[in-house]
Each structure stands twice: as C-alpha cells, then as structure tokens.
Nanobody
Framework: QVQLVESGGGLVQPGGSLRLSCVAS????????MAWFRQTPGKEREFVAF????????YYEDFARGRFTISRDNAKNTLYLQMKDLQPVDTAVYYC?????????????????WGQGTQVTVSS
C-alpha cells in the first residue's frame, strides 16, 4: 500500500510563495492519479488540484487556477504543489492523496491513501 508524506508547509506573508512536496513509497507511483486537498478547522476537506499518471491531465479548483501549479516527478516518486500569491484564506492543512480511479476525482471519497498533512499559514 502506498504511503504518502508531505513537506514544505510553513508561515508565509501575503503575496508570498511556497512549494509543497509529497513523497510516495510502497511502489506504483507512476500508476496513480495524485491530488492535493486542504482543510481548515471545522470545515470539510476541500479539493485543490489533481494530476494524471503521466502529467498529461491536470485540473484545478477555481481558487487555485492561475496561482497554484500541480506537478509530479515519477522518477522521484514525488508530487508537488507550487503556490504563489498566497492569501490568508489559503491558510489550511494541505494533504496529498492518491487513487487508481479515474472518475469523481474532486471528491475525497475517490482517494485511497492520504498523507498526514502539512500546515500552511499565510499571515503578516
């Protein structure tokens, strides 16, 4: 079973940038659709973006489009989320997730494995 570990979160000022990483272990990374979600206290986990197995398909939630870029390096078993122009509303715990499914990919229930999350705080 794949295991996912996120890193790269932290405190950043409004307008700043961060790059999150998610390293997968357990094999089969190149066969998985990967995604980023985020969650704030008291709210449901929210879809951010997903990327297909060989990076030929990407989809972003509206708030992420134009500011966030999802990418992956199958040789390194690593998923990335480059975030720019961060705002306080982007403050959340960010999770990476994986699935073998190819439908319903904006839904948390489509994903089989999750990382432990990395905190992103945007504040002056």
């Amino acid at each position: 079973q794949v295991q996912l570990v996120e890193s790269g979160g932290g405190l950043v000022q409004p307008g700043g940038s961060l790059r999150l990483s998610c390293v997968a272990s357990g094999g089969g990374f190149s066969g998985l659709v990967m995604a980023w979600f985020r969650q704030t206290p008291g709210k449901e986990r929210e879809f951010v973006a997903f990327i297909s197995q060989h990076s030929d398909g990407k989809y972003y939630e509206d708030f992420a489009r134009g500011r966030f870029t999802i990418s992956r390096d199958n040789a390194k078993n690593t998923l990335y989320l480059q975030m720019k122009d961060l705002q306080p509303v982007d403050t959340a715990v960010y999770y990476c997730a994986s699935t073998v499914r190819i439908a319903g990919l904006r839904n948390v229930n489509a994903y089989d494995a999750w990382g432990q999350g990395t905190q992103v705080t945007v504040s002056s």
